[in-house]
């Protein structure tokens, strides 16, 4: 289990006991208030948690794509050819 599947489980058991708290307890107003603010505070940590996730998830695309780029011009240059507008060019014949 990585780190963010931890993340994910740690913030649900969260808010799942605030809300059990406020539902369940027979209390004031003022205090169920008090008690569901974990609840909020989890959602709002859950949805930081998935734009770090979706930042770091493009950040490797972006590298991966980079690399694909990379190695396709290291391979078109060792066999003396490169590509101008999508067609393959011999540069030695």
Sequence with gaps: ?????????GVAIIFVLSVLLTVLLPMAELFRGIAAMPAVGALVGAL?????????H????????????FDLAVTFYATGTFLCDGDVVKLFK
């Design 1 to 9: 289990m990585t780190y963010t599947h931890k993340t994910y489980i």
């Design 48 to 56: 930081y948690q998935l734009a770090r996730d979706h930042a770091a």
């Design 58 to 69: 493009e950040r490797q695309v972006e590298l991966q794509r980079k690399k694909q780029f």
